[in-house]
């Protein structure tokens, strides 16, 4: 921008690709909002509405098994999701290890269901699986992708992770 409020046609390249917004705003959004008030509305609609009714030992693990996970992921996205908003050190890091979480926790769970269900009757491994497994694979590989690759997120976090340990920090 000039003094004069227009643009000017002298924008450097990595000034065009600097700051949250695009697909990274899309991401903050989605880890600040949208997947909190999901888990959120996941485990107090459903899941422990259910666990109060069931008097099944297995289901009653499971089920709390699924709150502290979906709790926890909720927890650490609101977190990370800020982290990225306000461009603080190590946010990519530690949305890539948000992402990891997510993915690995959904993995345990779908493991805990096969050690506690497989041979009884309920749900299909092909769903359980599905929706442990697969649906968080997903976003797990294009978030990661994205993060690894985007000139956006490059140009916004580079200067920020550049620099040194913060004021009155051990080292």
């Known amino acids: 921008m ?5 643009s000017s046609p002298f924008v450097t390249e990595s000034e065009r690709y600097d700051g949250v ?23 107090f609609g459903h899941t422990i509405p259910m666990l109060l009714r069931t008097h099944d030992p297995k289901r009653q693990i499971l089920w709390t098994v699924f709150v502290v996970m979906y709790i926890a992921i909720a927890a650490v996205a609101f977190v990370t999701g800020l982290r990225l908003w306000l461009v603080r050190r190590g946010a990519v890091r530690m949305a890539r290890l ?6 690995s926790t959904h993995i345990a769970y779908f ?22 497994i697969v649906a968080p694979l ?11 690759r985007s000139r956006r997120v490059r140009d916004t976090y580079q200067q920020v992770d550049r620099v040194g340990p913060a004021l009155g920090a051990e080292t």
């Open 111 to 132: 493991f805990l269901w096969l050690v506690l269900f497989l041979h009884g009757r309920t749900d299909p491994v092909a769903k359980i699986a599905w929706n442990h």
């Open 138 to 148: 997903i976003p797990f590989c294009i978030w990661n992708a994205y993060l690894a």
């Open 98 to 103: 948000w992402l990891l979480m997510m993915l």
């Open 2 to 6: 000039t003094g004069l409020g227009l």
């Open 21 to 43: 917004a695009g697909w990274l705003l899309l991401f903050c959004i989605d880890l600040i909002v949208i997947v909190p008030a999901s888990h959120l509305y996941r485990v």
